[in-house]
Structure formats: structure tokens, C-alpha cells
């Protein structure tokens, strides 16, 4: 019940495309959907996150949709950039003092000039 | 303000052998996590602790401990390593514990061999 799943493995996309990255979980008391972008040789950094009251959230170029129903939600990547080729992690997490960060397996993407 | 600092970056260490690593949070701080991260399982939570005090821990053998210290500096330790103990180990801060908001920091490399 604490998964998080996460496809594609790995996605190629041309420059100005629109990347899209989809997650799925299992635990309803999941409350909590944070988007984590890493480059190589760096640690995590957080993107965006969104909380289930909320069915879109926009911040720059991404874009997080939910859809609480079906216990998914996607990351978008709107006009990319060579520069956002990097591994993507989709996690949640029920915000409670103690709890942790269950992430998915992460998505390498490329974006090609 | 300074990010989360990890040292050292890169470690090579003997089979038997046990390690310290070292988390430096943002000033301010108080919870830190532990993650695990390797290209077959991906992220793993190690534990998490707040104010001195463990609050969670993950899924790993007794061999795995950590602690804090009064300023919220975290270390964690590896005791009779193995070789699967191969591996980028990822310290995270945040205000809050629960695994809201974290900054990663960009982890210590450790080679087991």
C-alpha cells in the first residue's frame, strides 16, 4: 500500500515538446505529492507539489495534474529545454510528524536540441 | 543561505569495514532524513529524525543507524559493510518532520569493495 508508480522508465522528446510523466499510488491516506528533478552527480531538488484538494497546479513551465478518483497524477513539461533533461521522481507522502517520502522509480528524460 | 552539506562526497571503503556520514542541514531546520539511493531500488528511506529523536525508520538491517545532534547536524552509520551497501547515501532537511518541503543535499558516494 505505501507504492508509488511511476512510467515511463525513460522518455526522448525534441526541444519545445511536451514531456508528460505519470504516477500512480495506492495508499488513499496519501496527502502530499511532491515532483523532484535530479541531474547527475546532485541530489534531488524539489519542483512542484500538489495536495489532493487541488486538481491542477502551475508553476513555470510544469504543470501538475491529480485526479484523486483514480489515484494519479502527471507531470508536464510545457516548451522544454535541453537543459531540463534530467531523472524525474514522482513521491508521496501522508504530512504527519514522523512520516516519510515513498518514492517512484524515476524517469530519465531527454531532450534533444 | 547555505543548502544541506554532505560529507564527504566520496568514500571507498573494505568489506567488514564501518562508515560515518555527515549531514549539515540548512540553518533552521530541525528535521533530517535519510535516503538510500541505488539504480535497482531506487530511493529508500533510511530514518528520520526531529529534534534529537528518531521519528520513523525505514526498512533496513540494524547495521544501518543514525543520529542528531543538539544543532540538528545528523550522521548516520554503516556498521560491517557489505557490497550492496553500494550506494548514494542522501541527507534531507525541512522546518517540519514529515517529509514536507525537504532540500536534499548531494549525498555521499560510498563504494563497498
Known amino acids: 500500500q505505501q507504492q508509488v508508480k511511476q512510467s515511463p522508465q525513460s522518455l526522448i522528446v525534441q526541444k519545445g515538446g511536451i514531456p508528460i510523466i505519470n504516477c500512480a499510488y495506492e495508499n488513499t491516506a496519501f496527502d502530499y505529492f511532491p515532483w523532484y528533478q535530479q541531474f547527475p552527480g546532485k541530489g534531488p531538488a524539489l519542483l512542484i507539489a500538489?495536495?489532493?484538494?487541488?486538481s491542477e497546479k502551475k508553476e513555470g513551465r510544469f504543470t501538475i495534474s491529480f485526479n484523486k478518483s483514480a489515484k494519479q497524477f502527471s507531470l508536464h513539461i510545457m516548451d522544454s529545454q535541453p537543459g531540463d533533461s534530467a531523472t524525474y521522481f514522482c513521491a508521496a507522502s501522508k504530512e504527519t510528524s514522523g512520516s516519510r517520502l515513498t518514492f517512484g522509480e524515476g524517469t530519465q528524460l531527454t531532450v534533444n536540441p | 543561505k547555505a543548502g544541506v552539506t554532505q560529507t564527504p562526497r566520496y568514500l571507498i571503503k573494505t568489506r567488514g569495514q564501518q562508515v560515518t556520514l555527515s549531514c549539515s542541514p540548512i540553518?533552521?531546520?530541525?528535521?533530517v532524513s535519510w535516503y538510500q539511493q541505488t539504480p535497482g531500488q531506487g530511493l529508500q528511506f533510511l530514518f528520520e529524525y526531529f529534534s534529537e529523536t528518531q521519528r520513523n525508520k525505514g526498512n533496513f538491517p540494524g547495521r544501518f543507524s543514525g543520529r542528531q545532534f543538539s544543532n540538528s547536524r545528523s550522521e548516520m552509520n554503516v556498521s560491517t559493510l557489505e557490497l550492496g551497501d553500494s550506494a548514494l547515501y542522501l541527507c534531507?532537511?525541512?522546518?517540519?518532520?514529515?517529509?514536507?518541503?525537504?532540500?536534499f543535499g548531494s549525498g555521499t558516494r560510498l563504494t563497498v569493495v
Open positions: 534531507a532537511s525541512s522546518l517540519a518532520s514529515g517529509g514536507y518541503g525537504y532540500t
Open positions: 540553518s533552521g531546520h530541525r528535521s
Open positions: 500538489i495536495r489532493p484538494d487541488v
